[in-house]
């Protein structure tokens, strides 16, 4: 039940925003932790925004946060209690990165959330280390070190400066500290021109995406859930690099009218609903997912949009289906995955992935492919995609795949003409978030050729 009286009366934002990242540090994910805290309590709008830019801030900048409070602390950061540390961080990132914070109210503030914690005693720590910091004019953004000054992981800077080189790793980098674009695939039956307009009635800001047939940018729109454009399924949060997946499936088979198309590992949505809509009702789409859970979302989706010949079914893409062997026109393997490609969208995944990780993931994903390259009849096609940018789950899987009676297939002409000539020539294509205009993301093609 929600609280009725305003924050202001019954809490302090920076209370709300110490809890949060104190779930966090425990290891909560940031975007379930502050959705539970507005749920349950009445923010303002004003009020929301600053405890969703001090908490993002805090999480995405944690390793440059870290590498501030050693320069001014004078105790080793391993002997600082768990809370201080939250604290210290939270202070810092006000100082440093947010302008209107004044210095004196982060510091006074800060004091205050120690004592009230029960670390009285570390008041004058506290003081001591923020005071230090505020009147150093010391800029983050001089540091050298790429993964402390855009707070990664020194493994993940290492490998994307390895593949993609220093210039395109800092755009990289960069681009997940940074708020990333919304966009909107608009549904049949109305144009992106016709949408912008609907959508200005409403107060929301948006265009069409230049070269980009059915895609829109969603410059300002405060709820979803309170947008009557989306309400109606006239349109679907999805990025552009997203929307590729649907339009290479429609590509691939607009020759064909019955088909039978297999999405493994389908949740949220977005790429059945769009395959859903592209290739009309010939194509029979059985969506798949581990739980009933992910599958909710779906089906809420697929009402939303109003579509009715879509088949949902919970199923472990990692068990294989005699069923479906060798019966697929077109098998949808868009798969779990590291996410290196949505840092910008999910602020603590860069700090959960480890090496041995990456490495669990691309065996897991070629349990997955087994299946999946099994279910495609001969002549039939498989798109394999990710939301990532490591190439052991993307550009040594199109190897792996290679030596199971598959080829691959160039689908450059099949994009829309914003995202040609970009290496789908080849028949694999590998954005990158900073460098494209889109999420870090990778899709391949191949037909079975027996």
């Not at 100082?95 to 209107?100: A, I, N, R, T, V």
Request: some cysteine; charged content about 30%; overall charge neutral.
């Amino acid at each position: 039940m929600k609280r009725t009286q305003s924050v202001n009366k019954v809490i302090n934002e920076r209370d709300i925003a110490f809890d949060i990242l104190m779930r966090v540090y425990k290891g909560v994910f940031l975007k379930n932790c502050l959705g539970e805290a507005f749920g349950s309590l009445e923010i303002d709008k004003r009020g929301r925004a600053f405890i969703t830019a001090l908490c993002e801030g805090v999480c995405e900048r944690q390793i440059t946060l870290d590498h501030l409070v050693d320069r001014y602390s004078n105790v080793k950061r391993n002997k600082i209690k768990p809370q201080i540390l939250v604290i210290l961080r939270m202070g810092i990132f006000q100082l440093k990165y947010m302008e209107k914070a004044a210095d004196h109210g982060v510091v006074n503030e800060s004091v205050r959330l120690a004592k009230k914690h029960g670390f009285a005693p570390l008041a004058g720590y506290v003081n001591a280390v923020l005071r230090a910091a505020a009147r150093d004019d010391f800029d983050p953004e001089s540091i050298e070190d790429p993964g402390i000054r855009y707070s990664v992981p020194e493994h993940l800077a290492d490998l994307f400066i390895r593949e993609y080189g220093i210039r395109n790793a800092e755009k990289m980098l960069a681009a997940g500290l940074k708020k990333p674009a919304l966009y909107g695939r608009v549904s049949p039956g109305i144009t992106p021109e016709e949408l912008c307009e609907k959508l200005k009635e409403e107060g929301v800001k948006a265009r069409p995406y230049p070269g980009f047939p059915g895609a829109i940018v969603l410059d300002e729109i405060d709820s979803m859930d309170k947008c009557g454009c989306f309400l109606k399924g006239l349109f679907t949060i999805q990025d552009l690099s997203s929307q590729l997946v649907g339009i290479v499936a429609s590509g691939i088979m607009e020759e064909r009218r019955e088909m039978k198309v297999l999405d493994l590992c389908c949740a949220p949505g977005g790429k059945t609903t769009h395959m859903a809509q592209l290739l009309g009702p010939g194509a029979h789409i059985l969506s798949r997912d581990i739980s009933e859970k992910k599958l909710e979302a779906v089906r809420a989706n697929l009402t939303r949009l109003g579509i009715d010949d879509v088949t949902t079914e919970v199923f472990d893409a990692c068990t294989y289906d005699e069923g479906w062997e060798s019966g697929c026109d077109l098998v949808l393997a868009d798969l779990p995955c590291s996410g290196l490609g949505v840092m910008g969208r999910k602020k603590d995944i860069k700090y959960r992935v480890t090496p041995d990780d990456l490495k669990e993931l691309a065996l897991l994903q070629r349990r997955i492919l087994d299946n999946a390259a099994a279910y495609v009849r001969p002549g039939g096609y498989l798109i394999y995609s990710t939301c990532t940018v490591n190439p052991g789950e993307n550009k040594e899987q199109v190897s792996y795949l290679l030596g199971k009676d598959l080829e691959i297939v160039p689908f450059d002409e099949m994009l829309p003409e914003a995202f040609r000539g970009r290496g789908a020539k080849n028949g694999a294509l590998q954005l990158l978030q900073g460098v494209d205009d889109c999420d870090g993301f990778f899709i391949s093609l191949f037909r079975r050729v027996c």
